[in-house]
């Protein structure tokens, strides 16, 4: 495989860069509203689901923020010293693993909140939440610190110290890496599908058999809908390797645009979907969303005011 980006022309890597960083401040921008209304109201801080979510909001800007600027860094020096990129890729990995098993975990509580209301809790506390994401990140951690290991048990002293194009194909690419990397992505993606669906029957299971509460329950059983949705786009990461491959074997002539249009697909849309799930669903959030906003309009009025009195 070549190992050098194929030569678009200045204004294609100009637009393709400038849609990047343009949709990336936008959609943290919205994310980051959510965190400072997270934040600014204790009311969230000692409900899991809300810390659930928040963790997935920030997780979500660290890796669109790391994506995107990864993205424009290659177009402008081609190439990185390998022993950087491989700390970058894993740090990748590692967000990208946080994400699924974040999904699994909040559709979890969502079951325990809906059919087991009066455990709830008990079983789901601010104190085992907090340890819940720790768990999260050793798990997503432990893959991407086996490649390092593999690479340094394959790979000479002066690999590390070599320039290369920074993404997974070009760095962790031997059959030890690809075994492992599929074997973990059967066991990761088995797990939150398993959960995903055995949530989402159970939830279903208890709508049908509660007239008394079947709005939340119904709700509940929808952001789990949802969920399995953005699951899927975030699957695309796994199988756009296959994608790409096939689609620029068709059409090579637009294989940057191929793979332009598969990152936007893979790392900027899924994104997007966590804010509208939970924040734009969420009453709770909405209102004091409209309140922080209203706050600092009525800010922006009044200080000009106080100055031409002075």
Not at 115 to 142: D, E, G, N
Not at 227 to 238: E, F, K, N, P, R
Not at 288 to 308: A, E, G
């Amino acid at each position: 495989m070549n190992n050098t980006l194929p030569a678009d022309l200045f204004y294609e890597k100009f637009i393709k860069n400038f849609i990047s960083v343009a949709l990336g401040l936008i959609i943290n921008f919205i994310n980051g509203t959510f965190v400072m209304v997270f934040f600014k109201n204790t009311v969230f801080h000692n409900d899991p689901r809300y810390i659930l979510y928040i963790h997935l909001v920030i997780n979500d800007m660290i890796l669109l923020s790391f994506s995107v600027g990864l993205q424009v860094t290659t177009y402008v020096l081609r190439s990185f010293n390998v022993s950087i990129c491989c700390a970058v890729i894993c740090f990748l990995s590692i967000l990208g693993k946080n994400t699924p098993l974040n999904l699994a975990c909040m559709a979890i509580e969502r079951y325990i909140a809906i059919c087991k209301p009066l455990h709830h809790f008990q079983i789901c506390t601010v104190r085992r939440t907090y340890m819940l994401i720790c768990f999260i990140w050793t798990a997503s951690a432990l893959p991407a610190l086996s490649d390092i290991f593999i690479t340094i048990s394959i790979q000479t002293a002066s690999f590390f110290s070599t320039s290369n194009l920074c993404q997974n194909a070009f760095i962790f690419n031997s059959w030890e890496h690809n075994i492992k990397e599929t074997v973990v992505n059967v066991v990761y993606l088995s797990f939150v599908w398993i959960s995903l669906i055995i949530t989402y029957f159970k939830v279903f299971s208890a709508a049908n058999a509660a007239s008394a509460d079947q709005a939340s329950a119904k709700k509940g059983r929808n952001t789990i809908l949802l969920h399995a949705v953005q699951l899927l786009l975030c699957m695309m990461s796994y199988v756009t390797q296959v994608v790409s491959s096939a689609l620029v074997d068709r059409f090579p002539e637009s294989r940057t645009t191929i793979l332009f249009m598969l990152f936007l697909l893979t790392y900027i849309l899924p994104r997007l979907l966590s804010p509208l799930i939970y924040g734009l669903r969420d009453q709770k959030f909405l209102e004091r969303i409209k309140v922080f906003y209203c706050c600092k309009h009525v800010k922006t009025q009044i200080i000009p005011m106080k100055k031409t009195a002075v």
